[in-house]
């Protein structure tokens, strides 16, 4: 059986995610590099692991390969222009947008909900897209505020929806 790769898109669009920003540095230069990510997922509790997909045509996905360190940004509902920004192809991308560095030197976002600095432990072939392991060496995140969250291809309204607790 084959399945239709518009109405395969749209059925996972189905899948509300929250959005991040994941960075890192270029190998040789150390020029930073960021893209909009949302197929993000913890992954392991001990060892810490997290992980990431980027399409194969994604054109820094070789800086993430070639450096060994990442970042993973969760973005708050407030970060909306951040995340069109890194997702498109501008040059100017980082101008203005204020970073602070860890251990790694990888660019941190500035006012994110979390952030998670990671060692690159694998890289593992998902079809047309490359899965991204890495194991979390520092974290941080605030309390209060919401997500930002992507579902049926558009950005969530906070105002039309409303969070609980879950116990």
Not at 10 to 24: H, I, Q, R
Not at 85 to 102: C, L, M, N
Not at 123 to 141: A, P, R, S, T
Request: hydrophobic fraction near 35%; include cysteine.
């Amino acid at each position: 059986m084959s399945l239709d790769p518009r109405s395969f898109r749209k059925t996972l669009g189905c899948f509300a995610s929250g959005v991040t920003v994941v960075t890192t540095l270029t190998p040789q230069s150390r020029e930073p590099v960021g893209v909009t990510v949302s197929a993000f997922s913890s992954l392991s509790l001990d060892p810490p692991l997290v992980l990431f997909c980027l399409g194969n045509s994604t054109s820094s996905i070789e800086a993430f390969k070639g450096f060994g360190h990442f970042a993973i940004n969760i973005l708050s509902e407030r970060q909306r222009d951040l995340s069109i920004r890194f997702a498109s192809r501008s040059e100017d991308k980082w101008q203005g947008v204020p970073t602070t560095t860890w251990n790694s030197g990888v660019p941190i976002l500035s006012g994110c909900l979390a952030s998670l600095e990671c060692s690159l432990v694998n890289v593992v072939d998902g079809g047309d897209h490359q899965i991204f392991i890495g194991k979390v060496e520092k974290l941080k995140h605030q309390e209060g505020g919401n997500p930002l969250v992507y579902f049926r291809g558009s950005y969530m309204d906070p105002a039309a929806s409303s969070l609980t607790d879950v116990v």
